[in-house]
């Protein structure tokens, strides 16, 4: 789910299904509120990360149901839905002007990880103000990282008690060869970008635990050394490329399975997740037809050295008052009982106390050895030093980005600005997550001049190391004029950056249009999505963004799937910055 979005409720007054995002837990439960009146209850808001924040929510209706008392009171709880990175953001900031002033500023907050806690703990040091999480905090559920494969190539791994290193640092060139299976070439793996994402930020740290031999008190001077630095290159060098969310990049595997065509994942030997995710993939709760399990499942393996646990603790915050907190912590109790577990693992997470149900194993197929320890957060410090690190270690890109400047973008205007002003400011912050180590290119596409013989494309900086003053520079600089060559553009940019391929670095083509093809020259999709189909030995990656309404959304998510690549939707213009910055934390 989208940073920011919420799911607030009430109460049902009869029978509920327990839906769970993705999933309904099989069973509903039965009630019918019995006390009328509940004027002396405590008002209760909770908070909750977006992958579990409609269960909780159901369970708060079960609670707010059930008759419950504390100290002769009822509480009535009302939960929302946010990030848990936008969550911190909030609560270090001005918590109204973050949200849009759509969620009530809560008592309790259900982050997926202790890391956000420790984040917000840093922030309020930096602010000089009281901090809000000083503490250590209990769970409601557990899910630990795992490294996810397809049970084909498990197989061949599963039982040699393999590290991160082993598995995540393959060489990028002997790759599957390395294990009597040259015919699947490279090994290259998925991960979430670390600065948007739970799993992801959870998986990097994992990476520098492992490099060092440790599973605790990991320090800054560590982080710092060479070898550890050179184990984190190594291993970042393959990856395909960084998501922004890995239940998406699941979806396309599974529709991908279904159809038993190639597409979205091709080229990935694995991706690190939540094993709760895993769960999901093989229960067939991804699917495009709900409880269709794939044919090939995943199978989640537990590296040697140990693993990271996403412990969702439930954190009650200091402006709750001592009635709240006698609310919060009823409804602490409530969520750790064991009918409320049941259905957290009816969703995939193991219990409060870390306990997996055998229907969980089974489904992951995994073989977690007895005693596997767990690699303990590190201090906050630490891991804001870690995210710096990243930045500089990470895997480097060769981007080429088109800007649609057909005459829409300008006959159209959004507020007070055109669709081209809109969409190249948006693409000037996006690319501040980039630094001059990736290199850009920038083409503008439209139509050509009649009887020019101009190419509907043209390169305005040629692909090179980024220097951000001088590109934003030129995309204001656009002119706009002319129909939408899509289909020529694309498939062009797209054999530019095969002819220009950089094997240590992400290679990726990003296409930004208001509109649908109107290029009578090329106007032929299937011809396009042959030709610019995965090769998952020299992946190139095409990323669109569909601004406006005026965009062909199922086109170009066409066009993406058929890479492994990834559309993403501004349709409404005010979603263009978040999409932008989703787009560019993929490289």
Known sequence: MAPGRSTARRWLPVAVAVVVGVAVIAGSYAYVRLDTDRSDCVALDVLSSTEKNVLVAELADRYDSSRRRFGGRCADVTVSGLTSGAAMEALAGDWSAQTGGRIPRPQVWLPTSS?????LRLRDQAAKRAEQTPGSYPSIANSPLVIAMPATKAKVLQQRGLGWGDILGMSGEEGWGAFGKPEWKRFTFGKDNPRLSTSGLAATIATYYAATGTSSDLTGIAVRQPEVTQFVRRIEANVSHYSDDSVDLLRSLAAADLSRVDGAGADLSAIVMQEELVYLYNEGRLSPHPGDRPHEPLVAIYPKEGTFNLDHPYVVLPDASDAQRAAAADFLAFLQEEPQQRAFAGLGFRDHERVATPELTAAVGGHEAVGMPY???????????ILDSWATLRKKANILMTVDVSGSM????????????????????????LNSEDRVGLWSFSSEKQGSGDLPYREQIPLSRLDLGAFTDRLDGLQAGGATALYATVRAAHRYLLDHYDRNRINAVVVLTDGENEYAKDDNLASLLKAIELDPDRPVKVFCIAFD??????TLDAIAKA?????????????????????????
């Open 563 to 587: 890479t492994a690549g990834k559309a993403f939707d501004a349709q409404d213009p005010q979603l263009i910055d978040e999409a932008f910055v989703k787009l560019l934390s993929s490289f």
């Open 410 to 433: 300008v006959a159209n205007t959004v507020g007070a600005h055109t669709r081209l002003e809109v969409a190249t400011a948006a693409a000037a912050k996006g690319l501040r997550l």
């Open 375 to 385: 690699f303990l957060p590190p201090a906050p410090a630490v891991v804001q030093e």
């Open 549 to 554: 309404k005026g965009s062909d959304l199922k």
């Open 115 to 119: 890391l956000w806690t420790g984040q």
